[in-house]
């Protein structure tokens, strides 16, 4: 669906586009229009096609719009105007969830006057909570585009994508295997110049092929296909660890409520996690830094430390002793055997490892930068707080 961003109010006759060939892509029967000013929606009632009009059109002008993205739900028809990039939309984020929010709460603190230049993606609001989520970036002067990545073709999201200068992808594996293949091939059909992927994670480089995670092998495939390739520029932001996905009980390494603290492989083993909110700020910031970066892995991190470390942290946030327990490999390997769907004990065994899940903080963009990051006793201090 297109952005919702105009007011009908604030535009006079000269600034509509033509209407001559309104309704031409539904001769076989008349469309009765009726016009309704609910969230700056149209609704032709007698197809229910729901349409959104573009900023500084007249509302009843929408089969001129050159972004318009018609959707008849009664025939299954949709029709797509050319594929014109707009200026004052040039950056697209795939994904409003936890880090999705983040990259567009750093992109308007890196700008504060660049909402009119962010365009987000959701899939169509299916309960309460997805409809307030729109509500509040529509109402930061965010625009909304409807989409979703599990049903769409690799074609359907080059046709979204070809509107925007830069894609930034805040969503995971959430239309199941081959997501992030689909997505990146998408945006290399549609020419995107720059494209930040979802590899906000560990450095697939290191880790490889054969983890025992299968998401990592298709991280490993996205970064094959950017590299053979020269037409989009690509920035890779490796952030190791989501640090609220460390206390993630189901996770299983740290379990605040009773004191215990499980080492992956082994107690020297180290990990390096970030904050999604400071994802958010470096992803914005690596965008805005000049000289420019293009076509490189760039490290953040909000904390480097051994399982050893994090056992000391846990104990001095709760103030006593905590349990230490050490899942060698051989109990990671024959969890994961005794469990081959259970994606939580795979994460498990590809982080038990001493390589590709850590680096050194000193060697970071953020230490290079010196940009502020939180620590894990900073975020144990302010969760405590919450």
Not at 45 to 64: K, W
Not at 124 to 147: F, H, M, N, S, Y
Not at 316 to 338: K, N, P, Q, Y
């Amino acid at each position: 669906m297109p952005q919702r961003t105009g007011h009908a109010e604030s535009m006079d006759d000269t600034e509509r586009p033509p209407v001559a060939g309104m309704g031409q892509h539904f001769p076989f029967q008349p469309v009765i229009i009726v016009a309704q000013r609910i969230a700056g929606r149209l609704r032709a009632g007698n197809h229910r096609i729901e349409v959104q009009c573009i900023r500084r059109y007249h509302a009843c002008t929408f089969f001129s719009i050159p972004t318009l993205r018609l959707i008849c739900h009664q025939d299954h028809m949709e029709c797509l105007m050319p594929k014109t990039k707009t200026p004052s939309a040039t950056t697209l984020v795939i994904g409003a969830g936890e880090l999705g929010l983040a990259v567009i709460s750093g992109l308007l603190e890196q700008n504060p006057e660049s909402a009119q230049s962010i365009s987000v993606l959701l899939r169509p609001p299916a309960t309460e909570a997805g409809e307030r989520v729109t509500r509040q970036l529509e109402d930061k002067g965010l625009r909304i585009v409807l989409g979703d990545l599990a049903t769409e073709t690799v074609d359907g999201l080059a046709d979204i994508f070809v509107r925007f200068d830069t894609v930034i992808c805040c969503t995971g594996f959430v239309g199941g295997p081959g997501t992030q293949r689909k997505i990146t091939s998408a945006v290399l059909q549609a020419g995107v110049k720059r494209y930040v992927p979802w590899q906000f994670g560990v450095d697939y480089d290191v880790v490889g092929r054969g983890s025992g995670q299968e998401v990592f092998d298709e991280q490993s495939d996205v970064r094959d296909m950017l590299r053979g390739q020269t037409a989009t520029q690509w920035v890779i932001v490796s952030t190791g660890m989501f640090t609220s996905f460390l206390f993630e009980p189901a996770f299983g390494v740290v379990d605040l409520e009773h004191g215990k603290v499980h080492a992956l492989g082994s107690w020297d083993n180290r990990l390096t996690v970030t904050t999604s909110y400071d994802i958010g700020k470096l992803t914005a910031a690596i965008l805005a830094h000049e000289p420019r970066t293009q076509n490189e892995v760039v490290y953040v991190a909000g904390d480097t430390f051994s399982y050893t470390r994090l056992a000391d942290m846990v104990e001095h946030h709760l103030g006593r002793d905590v349990e230490r327990v050490l899942w060698d490999m051989d109990r990671l390997r024959s969890e994961v055997a005794a469990h081959p769907d259970d994606g939580m004990r795979k994460y498990q065994l590809a982080f038990a490892r001493d390589t590709g899940v850590a680096w050194d903080k000193a060697h970071t963009f953020n230490a290079a930068q010196g940009i502020k990051v939180t620590d894990v006793p900073a975020w144990l201090d302010r969760r405590g707080a919450a």
